[in-house]
């Protein structure tokens, strides 16, 4: 009987993965779990990059190396989210020629991007259109519809406009359920996939109430819940104040976007918050001083009522520093700034998971360069910095997966005791 009580002792070792070594870490769906994201059972801290060229660059065979290469780069420098566009919408080389109508290479050029995150153990935070002009964003959708004989009083109608709607849930629709030709995965059912965003920074500037903006992204997230349970979604947003907690938006660079951090981010389809912080656009006229000072208030206070208020995790979506305004040691106090206030957070098991700078460029990208990219090859002290941040998020999570390790063991151990005892009980009562 002892013997049987090992034997089911090990078999329950081997059920709770304390010997699953080899199991890749990365290979589920992340979820929440409070203010935390969850991966195969424990807290996932992680820092991450955009790309928004992704799958641009994947559509052209010739060029697909660069995106392998921008993963490869990644994981050796511990990064473990890329955030990228699923969207371009008319204009050179769309995804969507017209509503409903997609172009197959493109689509295939997003497959292989999800393929090779996958191949690296990045997850991925796919966007599904954009709140400005380039790669088509609101305006294509109101003009598609104003083709069709709808009319419009601005582009704002875009979150109002039922046909144009129709049109967004379609596309939302179209890259939900996409089976990735390189995988044989469909998007909804790909774990590599971390979480969906409505909309790269949405703004309606004609409604400052925020109303409109509730409106559109309860709807829009309640039609991705109803297709796909498997992913978390997040909204895009910068994280401006709204009239919901009109006390906050003193704290708001001096204008108004139409969005409400805490309301629209209080929607249940919703499932984390996100914040974007450029202070060198938002306060051009300041100094660098005053641009820190008020970073270091944007970020606290986010932090705070993410963790006290909204009660869920907040991932630092957007952050950078353009080197065109600025230079190198600017940029490095800015990183240095947002990677101090995750970490802080982070290492109390608090609500902020991580930050995704603005942008990672692979090398011989130069035309892609806007000021604020970051080459991981070229050994900067930016990319250290970079790197700093990804071993101390990692540290973090490799201590919450022994700490689940531990408590897998005690609990097959206590297991493995009453197994024993019973087996005791069990030979004493047949040898009277």
Same mark, same amino acid.
Request: charged content about 20%; aromatic content about 12%.
């Given at each position: 009987?002892k013997?049987w009580g090992?034997?089911?002792?090990?078999?329950l070792l081997f059920?709770?993965?304390?010997?699953?070594?080899?199991?890749?870490?990365?290979?589920?769906?992340?979820k929440?779990?409070?203010?935390?994201?969850?991966?195969?059972?424990?807290?996932?801290?992680a820092?991450?990059?955009?790309?928004?060229?992704?799958?641009?660059?994947?559509?052209?065979?010739?060029?697909?190396?660069?995106v392998?290469?921008a993963?490869?780069q990644?994981k050796?420098?511990?990064?473990?989210?890329?955030r990228?566009?699923?969207?371009?919408?008319?204009g050179?080389?769309?995804l969507q020629?017209?509503?409903?109508?997609? +172009?197959?290479?493109?689509?295939?050029?997003?497959?292989?991007?999800v393929?090779?995150?996958k191949?690296?153990?990045?997850?991925?935070v796919l966007s599904f259109?954009? +709140?400005?002009?380039?790669?088509?964003?609101?305006?294509?959708y109101?003009?598609?519809?104003?083709?069709?004989?709808?009319?419009?009083?601005?582009?704002?109608?875009?979150?109002t406009n039922?046909?144009?709607?129709?049109?967004y849930?379609n596309?939302?629709?179209?890259?939900?359920?996409?089976?990735?030709?390189?995988t044989g995965?469909?998007?909804?059912d790909?774990?590599?996939?971390?979480?969906?965003e409505?909309?790269? *920074?949405?703004?309606?500037?004609?409604?400052?109430?925020?109303?409109?903006?509730?409106?559109?992204? =309860? *709807?829009m997230?309640s039609?991705?819940?109803?297709?796909?349970?498997?992913?978390?979604?997040?909204?895009?947003?910068?994280?401006?104040?709204?009239?919901s907690?009109?006390q906050k938006?003193?704290?708001?660079?001096?204008f108004?976007?139409?969005?409400?951090?805490i309301a629209?981010n209080?929607?249940?389809?919703?499932?984390f918050? =996100?914040?974007?912080?450029y202070?060198?656009?938002?306060?051009?006229?300041s100094?660098?001083?005053?641009?820190?000072?008020?970073?270091? =208030?944007?970020?606290?206070?986010?932090? /705070?009522?993410?963790q006290?208020?909204?009660q869920?995790?907040?991932?630092?979506a957007?952050?950078?520093?353009?080197l065109?305004?600025?230079?190198?040691n600017?940029?490095?106090?800015l990183?240095?700034?947002?990677?101090t206030?995750?970490?802080?957070?982070?290492?109390?098991?608090?609500?902020?998971?991580?930050?995704?700078?603005?942008?990672l460029?692979?090398?011989?990208?130069?035309?892609?360069?806007?000021?604020y990219?970051?080459?991981?090859? /070229?050994?900067?002290?930016?990319?250290?910095?970079?790197?700093q *941040?990804?071993?101390?998020?990692?540290?973090?999570?490799?201590?919450?997966v022994?700490?689940r390790?531990m408590?897998?063991?005690?609990?097959a151990?206590?297991?493995?005791?009453a197994?024993?005892?019973?087996?005791?009980?069990?030979?004493?009562?047949?040898?009277?």
């Amino acid at each position: 009987m002892k013997h049987w009580g090992l034997v089911l002792f090990v078999s329950l070792l081997f059920e709770q993965g304390i010997f699953l070594r080899h199991v890749k870490a990365d290979d589920g769906f992340v979820k929440t779990k409070g203010v935390q994201l969850m991966l195969n059972g424990s807290p996932f801290y992680a820092n991450g990059f955009n790309a928004y060229w992704l799958m641009y660059m994947a559509a052209d065979s010739s060029q697909r190396s660069k995106v392998s290469s921008a993963f490869e780069q990644a994981k050796q420098h511990g990064l473990a989210i890329a955030r990228t566009w699923a969207f371009s919408d008319g204009g050179d080389r769309p995804l969507q020629y017209s509503p409903g109508s997609y +172009n197959e290479l493109m689509f295939q050029g997003l497959d292989f991007v999800v393929s090779e995150a996958k191949r690296y153990g990045i997850k991925l935070v796919l966007s599904f259109g954009n +709140n400005y002009d380039q790669f088509g964003g609101k305006k294509q959708y109101v003009n598609w519809a104003r083709n069709q004989g709808q009319s419009f009083g601005s582009d704002d109608d875009f979150f109002t406009n039922s046909v144009v709607k129709e049109y967004y849930k379609n596309h939302i629709n179209t890259v939900l359920t996409r089976r990735n030709t390189l995988t044989g995965v469909a998007y909804k059912d790909e774990p590599t996939i971390m979480a969906w965003e409505l909309m790269n *920074e949405p703004r309606c500037l004609s409604d400052p109430s925020g109303n409109t903006m509730q409106a559109w992204i =309860t *709807e829009m997230a309640s039609h991705v819940k109803s297709i796909d349970g498997n992913h978390l979604l997040e909204a895009g947003l910068e994280g401006f104040y709204g009239p919901s907690s009109s006390q906050k938006q003193q704290y708001n660079p001096n204008f108004q976007v139409g969005a409400d951090f805490i309301a629209n981010n209080q929607i249940p389809g919703i499932d984390f918050a =996100t914040v974007h912080s450029y202070p060198d656009q938002w306060l051009q006229n300041s100094n660098d001083e005053s641009q820190i000072a008020f970073l270091n =208030t944007w970020l606290n206070n986010h932090i /705070q009522d993410t963790q006290n208020i909204l009660q869920k995790p907040l991932l630092f979506a957007e952050f950078g520093k353009s080197l065109k305004i600025a230079g190198p040691n600017q940029r490095d106090e800015l990183y240095n700034t947002v990677y101090t206030a995750i970490y802080s957070s982070a290492r109390g098991g608090g609500a902020a998971v991580g930050g995704l700078f603005w942008q990672l460029l692979a090398d011989g990208m130069d035309s892609y360069g806007d000021g604020y990219e970051v080459i991981l090859s /070229q050994s900067t002290s930016t990319v250290n910095l970079i790197a700093q *941040e990804s071993q101390k998020l990692n540290r973090i999570r490799k201590m919450y997966v022994r700490l689940r390790d531990m408590e897998k063991w005690n609990k097959a151990r206590h297991i493995r005791r009453a197994l024993l005892w019973s087996g005791n009980g069990v030979s004493n009562t047949g040898g009277n």
